[in-house]
Structures are given as structure tokens and as C-alpha cells.
């Protein structure tokens, strides 16, 4: 029996020894030094990665809500080529549904999301656009989009509807709790 211990001693003994030399060498290798600059290939990642969104950003600051109209009826990819890609909604199919964007609309950052394939699935089509808007009043809103785009059609409870070609915008808010302008293409 003590001659079994006295073999098993040893051998554990070199294997923990070992296990604890591999598990420091790695650990200072995998752990970086605060205090170093960063490589050159990290200072070029991380420019690289910081440049689309400049980019995406620039290309979206000048938009108006007219631009935003025009864009109804159009495919995903040509919204993308405008927009950028924005924060991408997918169903269970990859199918994109929804695109979320912070846009600089009627002089407001404003969130808008755009719809996809909602009323033709597959279509792969912005049908249609919700603005989400500040704290202004609603007449405010209307007296704006009224210079855009002439009159409102209808007038409904904190609702006002205009039109521009094929599209529908609605500006409204029911509630009090915060304007919205839905724009949809008109059907065919």
C-alpha cells in the first residue's frame, strides 16, 4: 500500500507542477498590459470600423420628410443605398420587416421606423413609414407638413391627412400623448 502512494505522490505532484507552468504562461500571454499603445492593427480596426458610421451618418443628415416619401414602394436595398442599414428587424425566415433610424425630420431628431413587407409578404417593399415626433404641438406639426404639401385633405380628431402623389401621411395624435406621422403608399 506504500508503495502505491509513493508512485501516485510523485506523478501528481509533476503533473500539478506542469498544469500550473502551462496555466501562467498562458494567462500572461492572454492577458494585455494596460499600460501598452495599441497596436497598429487595432488603431486601423478600430478606424475602420468608426468610418461607416460616419458615413451613414453624413448620408442621413440631410434628408427631409419629402426624401422619405420618396422612398415608399421602394425594395430594401435601395432604402439600405440611402439610409444605411439602421437597426435591422428580422421574422423567423430572415426576411427583413422592419428598419429603425434616428433621422434629422422637420428640425428634430426624430426615430423612424420603416415597414417592410407588411401588407405583400416577399415583396421585399417599404410600405410603410412611422415618424415619431418631439413635443411640439400638433398644430405646429400640421402648419409644417401644410407648407410641404399644401393643405390637409381631411381634418379628423387630432388627425390631419395629407397627400403627396401615391402617398398618404397622417399626421395625429389621439391620445396627447405624443405626435406620430404614418405614410403609407396609396393602393393600386
Known sequence: M???????APLFASFSLFALAGCSSKSSAAIPSETAAPTQAQTQEQATTAAPAETESAAVSDIQLADLIQL?????SEVVSVLGNGKEMKDEEN????RIYTLPLLDEENTVTLSFNLYQYGSDLL????????????QTYA??????????????????????GDVTMILA????????IEISANSQ
Open 143 to 164: 402648419d409644417a407638413m401644410a407648407q410641404m404639401f399644401g393643405e390637409a385633405a381631411e381634418e379628423y380628431e387630432r388627425s390631419y391627412f395629407f397627400t403627396s
Open 72 to 76: 415608399m414602394g421602394k425594395t430594401d
Open 127 to 138: 410600405e410603410q413609414a412611422t415618424v415619431l415626433l418631439g413635443q411640439e404641438e400638433l
Open 2 to 8: 506504500k508503495l502505491r502512494y509513493s508512485l501516485i
Open 95 to 98: 426576411t427583413v420587416v422592419e
Open 173 to 180: 395624435d389621439p391620445y396627447g400623448d405624443g405626435a406620430y
